[in-house]
């Protein structure tokens, strides 16, 4: 992974002693809550119902194991003793102290870390697929390209104050692990007839409160051009994003306006000029970048022949396998997901304990490193086969092996209300009480893969938009309900949910999902996943289902009509 050189350090250690010096200011009232805001803001601190949120950025989705250690520090010392990991491959701390903030940043540059730009007007924290490196369908790892791009973007001073929030997202698999389609630039490694390297780029995609999927305005863009048409992309949108108006600020809106066809004209204009600038890649500068991501020390031992008779032997082991543990590229190894979705616990969270026993995990098994993935649990990317049943009993025990990856109870949720100020309506709670419903694992397995993401507001958080059930919650008259959409996805085949029809109270949503669920059933074709019936039959037998007869509140508290 990516190193600190002498200009890193030097960097992060300077933004932390001038971040210190206005922490003091602000404690002394010689700046405003109105002048410190935005240099809050910079440094990723929010400040929300009940304390400051720290948000702090990991790259791509990487982590080695001391920077996981350092992470069960902050909440240990710092926090309530856990942190969350979010739907942009970041952590965040809710419960912190203003005069603590300086501390821990300083804490975080001693491991290579920061939370710089992961809040603001900018080009926010690069993510990518949480399998770079390892997947076995990857064309090419982008890790490289991402650095590069995170080099660039940070501090750039001429996208320090954009329009709106700027998102990036490289994917380099045939399947897109990484959401490009609704990111605000979405870069996917393709190859031309003649074998060369490039990304197709595509531009304008985003949730919130306008959810858009991108458009493609380039299909095959030499990789040495990265830097400078990205830099086209956001002169373009520096120059005629609207302003005056925060939600319709984004760069989708924008291209939403003028068109992808002309949006994409005014980037190649803009392109001529910067083509072959200073920005240019070199191969000598991506080798410098990319000696950074070389593979570990890879054994060379054969696929384990004792897997079979283990997972036959063992059902718990063998759901395990199945759901929790991916395809790796070099035979004898196996990509695991780690599940921070236990019932009972909120989506995303893990407690001090629990990060340090994961930091331990990945240096047993998996060379100190692990990744965060979007879907809001972590990876261990180098695991060997003959490892697996030990590394299953260690995390179980830890409560992180629940079999449940893709399936109903893996559950993306913001935080929402619980402790966002921005949220109409918690998240937490009604992620907590479907979880309980369904908490069968032989019924998940039967019913399949299945995407269910919940966001307490309309800043989509918690991807609703995308999830093939989304949960939105809104603000009706001072009370919280919730809005159903179905139909949605991410990945090669991505696509915005539709609304069924009007909100519903918190204690109906276990008996709406129920009810979705009794429809998909009642109508897939063998193992049809959720996703695909939904696409076949339209969301007419699902709203005609749900809203049939009124939902009888649960524990017996009467019966709510619909609103």
């Known amino acids: 992974m990516y190193r600190y050189d002498q200009y890193d350090y030097q960097i992060v250690k300077e933004r932390v002693a001038q971040y210190r010096d206005q922490v003091r200011r602000r404690l002394s009232d010689e700046l405003t809550e ?16 009940h304390a400051y949120m720290l948000r702090i950025a990991v790259p791509y989705g990487l982590l080695s194991s001391k920077q996981m250690r350092m992470f069960a520090h902050i909440a240990r010392k710092y926090d309530r003793g856990y942190g969350h990991f979010t ?11 203003l005069e603590e903030t300086p501390e821990i940043l300083d804490h975080l540059a001693s491991v290579e870390m920061h939370a710089i730009q992961t809040s603001g007007n900018c080009i926010r924290n690069i993510t990518s697929d949480e399998y770079c490196g390892v997947a076995a369908d990857e064309i090419i790892d982008p890790r490289p390209y991402a650095e590069i791009m995170r080099e660039w973007s940070t501090f750039h001073p001429e996208f ?45 995609g985003g949730m919130g409160r306008t959810p858009i999927l991108g458009s493609v305005i380039r299909e095959f863009l030499p990789w040495q051009h990265l830097l400078t048409y990205t830099e086209a992309i956001m002169r373009v949108y520096n120059q005629h994003g609207r302003r005056d108006n925060m939600y319709k600020a984004r760069i989708k809106i924008l291209v939403k306006a003028i068109g992808a066809e ?41 696929v384990d022949e004792t897997l079979e008779p283990q997972k036959t032997e063992n059902k718990a082991f063998g759901n395990w396998l199945k759901r929790n543990v991916k395809s790796h590229k070099v035979p004898g190894y196996a990509i695991v997901l780690l599940s921070l979705k236990k019932t009972g616990v909120p989506p995303g969270d893990a407690t001090a304990e629990q990060m340090d026993f994961i930091a331990g995990l990945a240096d047993r098994y998996s060379f100190g490193e692990l990744r965060v993935t979007h879907e809001q649990n972590l990876v261990l990317a180098d695991v060997r086969q003959s490892d697996l049943f030990a590394l299953w009993q260690e995390a179980k025990a830890q409560g992180l092996a629940t079999p449940n990856i893709g399936l109903l109870t893996d559950i993306i949720c913001c ?110 074709i063998e193992d049809e996943r959720f996703i695909d019936t939904a696409r076949r039959i339209g969301v007419a037998p699902f709203k005609e289902h749900v809203y049939a007869t009124p939902i009888k509140a649960m524990h017996n508290a009467g019966e709510d009509a619909y609103a």
């Open 87 to 97: 739907t942009r491959q970041n952590i965040q701390y809710n419960w912190i102290k």
């Open 415 to 524: 935080p929402g209300g619980d402790f966002c100020s921005l949220a109409n309506a918690k998240s937490i709670p009604i992620a907590e009480a479907i979880a309980e419903r369904f908490d069968d694992l032989d019924f998940q397995h039967d019913i399949g893969e299945i995407e269910l993401n919940i966001s307490g507001c309309i800043n989509a958080c918690g991807h609703h938009h995308v999830g093939n059930i989304g949960i939105l919650g809104v603000d009706k008259d001072g009370a919280e309900w919730y809005q159903v959409s179905i139909g949605g996805a991410q990945g090669n085949e991505s696509s915005i949910g539709k609304i069924i029809g009007p909100s519903f109270s918190a204690h109906q949503m276990p008996a709406v999902i129920d009810r979705l669920l009794q429809v998909y059933l009642r109508e897939r």
């Open 160 to 204: 320090a104050y954009l329009p709106r929030k700027f998102k990036i997202a490289f994917n380099g698999s045939v399947e897109d692990r990484a959401a490009t389609a609704v990111h605000d630039i979405g870069l996917t490694v393709v190859r031309n007839p003649q074998g060369e390297i490039g990304f197709r780029v595509m531009v304008g």
């Open 262 to 302: 002309e949006f994409g004209r005014q980037v190649e204009a803009e392109w001529i000029d910067l083509k072959d600038g200073p920005s240019t890649l070199t191969v000598e500068e991506f080798n410098r970048v990319a000696a950074y991501f070389a593979p570990p020390a890879y054994e060379t031992s054969a």
């Open 34 to 49: 109105d002048e410190f805001r935005p240099l809050r803001l910079q440094n990723g601190l929010y400040l929300q119902r």
